[in-house]
């Protein structure tokens, strides 16, 4: 049994190559190449791991403009898939994730009063932690017109179109909460989103991200090309892949103290990812899918779902004078009793809250 623990997470193997690019995180110039990717027919990059803060990255790393064209084609792609039904159970999820996220404020005894969340999506996490505090002021930054749009007409949050690398100096002390779920992997410069995030709290502010499990999420691209030799599809954009150790480690650099940091949904691992080598686990080989095919043409076969939040939260247990069942259900639903340390590197996903000092 030890001797099976022992190999899991499993160590990439790989050679060591002078990157193109140095790593975004600490500057160092080589790493180990865990395999070769196509992202779309947009551009081919290999996956390489930093030989000193273990961060694993594109390199070269993808353009702004190609993360553009890239993510559109995608959410069409994904969207094609799905049904208005299913979406709108997508929202009400997010809706109790950031009810048992304000939670856990609550217990915690912070109450925050103005809060930006980077990437919000369909804004319903936020929601959910509008429902625990009413009086909190909220605005969202993405760099997508459409989003924007839906969580200012949708919701009424304040809306702000960017970057999240470029620093906007008049947000500077702005929030006493930043949120960034299922983000900070897709951006192009970590270090600079980190920077901003600093910027734009208060002193003692806090930082809320969920990201995957780097280890586990490389493994499958790892495998398509130690296996096969063949380079991996990569549609999603996820550009960074963190270690536990290593992000934890970059994030007390830039003065950020974990109240809350760790790796939950175990399941994943048990099946293999991360150590197993199966073909069931490998990333597709790549195809090379035209993105303008998805981003210009299906693009017009899209329906429009639209939402009316009434509908979207009509749930029995979703009541302002029922929060105490609000609270049940929504940890029944998503309870993580199994919480394990980032630095194992197993597991699906890692949960942080981080505090500032400035
Ligand atoms: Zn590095």
């Given amino acids: 049994m030890e001797s099976i623990l022992k190999n ?69 792609k994904a969207t094609l898939r799905n049904t208005k039904e299913k979406e709108a159970k997508n929202l ?72 999240l690398e470029k620093p906007l100096e008049h947000l500077e002390n702005q929030f006493d909460l930043v949120v960034a779920r299922d983000v900070i992997e897709h951006v192009v410069d970590i270090k600079k989103v980190v920077e901003n995030i600093q910027l734009y709290l208060s ?14 999420d490389l493994w499958k691209h790892y495998l398509t090309y130690n296996q096969k030799n063949k380079h991996s599809e990569l549609l999603l954009n996820h550009v960074n892949y963190f270690d536990g150790k290593g992000l934890l ?13 760790y790796t939950y949904k175990l399941k994943t691992t048990r099946r293999g990812r991360g150590w197993k080598v ?9 195809q090379k899918l035209s993105s ?22 009509k749930s029995w247990y979703i009541n302002k004078s029922r929060k105490m069942m609000t609270y049940i259900i929504s940890s029944y639903l998503h309870a993580n009793p199994i919480r394990v340390s980032p630095e194992l590197n197993v597991g699906h996903e890692i949960y942080g809250l981080f505090q500032v000092n400035k």
């Avoid at 609550?106 to 103005?114: C, R």
């Avoid at 806090?206 to 586990?216: A, I, M, R, W, Y």
């Fill in 8 to 76: 899991i997470p499993s160590e990439f193997k790989g050679e060591i190559i002078y990157r193109e690019e140095a790593c975004r995180i600490c500057g160092h110039k080589s790493g180990k190449k865990i395999s070769v990717i196509d992202y779309w027919d947009l551009r081919t990059s290999n996956l390489v791991k930093c030989s000193n803060c273990n961060l694993a990255q594109l390199d070269p790393m993808i353009t702004h403009d190609e993360t553009a064209i890239g993510c559109l084609a995608y959410y069409v």
């Fill in 92 to 163: 009400l999820r997010n809706f109790r994730r950031g009810f048992l996220f304000g939670r856990s404020l609550e217990k915690q005894g912070i109450e925050p009063k103005k809060v930006l969340e980077m990437g919000p999506g369909s804004g319903y996490f936020l929601e959910g932690l509008k429902f625990v505090f009413p009086e909190i002021e909220i605005t969202v930054m993405d760099v997508n017109k459409e989003v924007l749009q839906f969580n200012s007409e949708h919701h009424g949050y304040k809306p702000i179109e960017n970057i």
């Fill in 203 to 216: 002193d003692q502010g806090l930082f809320h991200f969920t990201t995957p499990n780097g280890h586990e």
């Fill in 249 to 261: 480690d970059f994030l007390k650099e830039q003065a950020f103290e974990p109240l809350k940091y």
């Fill in 278 to 286: 199966s073909e069931k686990l490998m990333s597709p080989v790549s």
């Fill in 292 to 313: 303008s095919l998805y981003a210009n043409e299906k693009i017009k076969d899209l329906e429009n779902f639209s939402f009316i939040k009434s509908e979207v939260l």
